[in-house]
């Protein structure tokens, strides 16, 4: 019985393999000449079978070099590998094409295809972010290269979306530091770093309020868990976020949390001060064992 189905699957796989070598495209690209090859594959184009016109187009690339078909064979080639979604395959060809037909009537949309390929590749907000960097870069330079054309709305807003993704990313990047500063100085530092980079790149960022507070409770931390001698210089630099934090959202819901820990650097700051008066004190009263004897004149 079992030999029986193994016999009929291999029966049918043969039968699928005869069937499509006698297919009108296996003979095509068998035996078809070159031209009938191209005129082959602009048919599968127009029927949006992208497979098999990407197999024609790619074969014919190399022997149509300097015809007057060449041009379009490479720009319908790039955008068969687009429709099957291999975007960093067809940005690779739209390059190659505005860059090799630099006067081609279809320059201008091949660098628009270019850039709008490697959008659609980039990631999620939470991976690595260097095809979105890759990607804002290049529908920049076609916006300034065409700032007329019809596609100018459309990079400036893939533009804003990709600029969000990299924000996210940062912002995520800024909370992790902070959530992980419990464990040692280093992430303390790391977190207010990272916070402060944050607000350079995106100053209009909706994310700034609560990193503004988080800084102050990351330098508050970081003066907290360090040795004595830092302490007084970390404090102060807690209060002076305090500050900066109060100026610029003065009914943030984070103002009393902040308020706190204002309060408790200033109390820290004093005691700091007062011990080490003190022992600016005990100094002068103690004498010091290698400072020489006074020397006094015989009368």
């Not at 029966?11 to 070159?34: E, I, M, N, R, Y």
């Not at 390059?95 to 490697?118: G, H, I, P, V």
């Not at 992790?176 to 350079?200: M, R």
């Not at 330098?219 to 100026?247: C, G, I, P």
Request: aromatic residues 14%.
């Amino acid at each position: 019985m079992q030999q029986r189905h193994i016999g009929k699957v291999l029966l049918g796989a043969w039968f699928v393999v005869l069937l499509s070598s006698c297919s009108p495209f296996s003979k095509l690209q068998k035996s078809g000449t070159d031209d009938e090859k191209y005129k082959g594959a602009i048919q599968y184009y127009k029927k949006s079978d992208w497979y098999r016109a990407g197999l024609l187009f790619e074969e014919l690339i190399p022997v149509l070099k300097g015809s007057t078909e060449s041009e379009m064979a490479q720009f319908y080639y790039a955008y068969t590998q687009y429709h099957q979604q291999q975007y960093l395959l067809s940005a690779t060809l739209f390059k190659k094409f505005y860059e090799t037909f630099a006067r081609s009537d279809y320059a201008q949309e091949a660098m628009y295809m270019y850039a709008f390929s490697l959008y659609k590749d980039t990631p999620a907000f939470n991976l690595d972010q260097s095809n979105t960097l890759t990607a804002t870069s290049a529908l920049q330079d076609f916006v300034n290269a065409y700032p007329e054309s019809q596609y100018k709305e459309e990079c400036t807003r893939m533009i804003l979306e990709l600029r969000k993704k990299l924000e996210r990313k940062a912002y995520e990047k800024a909370k992790l530091y902070y959530k992980t500063s419990g464990f040692n100085i280093a992430s303390y530092k790391s977190s207010v770093i990272a916070i402060e980079n944050f607000q350079k790149e995106f100053p209009d960022s909706e994310y700034n309020e609560e990193l503004a507070f988080l800084k102050v409770d990351a330098e508050f931390s970081l003066a907290q868990n360090s040795l004595e001698t830092k302490q007084k210089e970390r404090y102060q630099e807690a209060m002076n976020y305090h500050q900066l934090f109060v100026d610029k959202y003065p009914t943030s819901r984070f103002l009393k949390q902040s308020e706190k820990m204002y309060e408790t650097s200033q109390k820290e700051l004093d005691r700091l001060t007062k011990e080490e008066q003190a022992r600016e004190k005990e100094k002068l009263k103690t004498p010091d064992a290698n400072r020489p004897a006074k020397v006094t004149a015989a009368n």
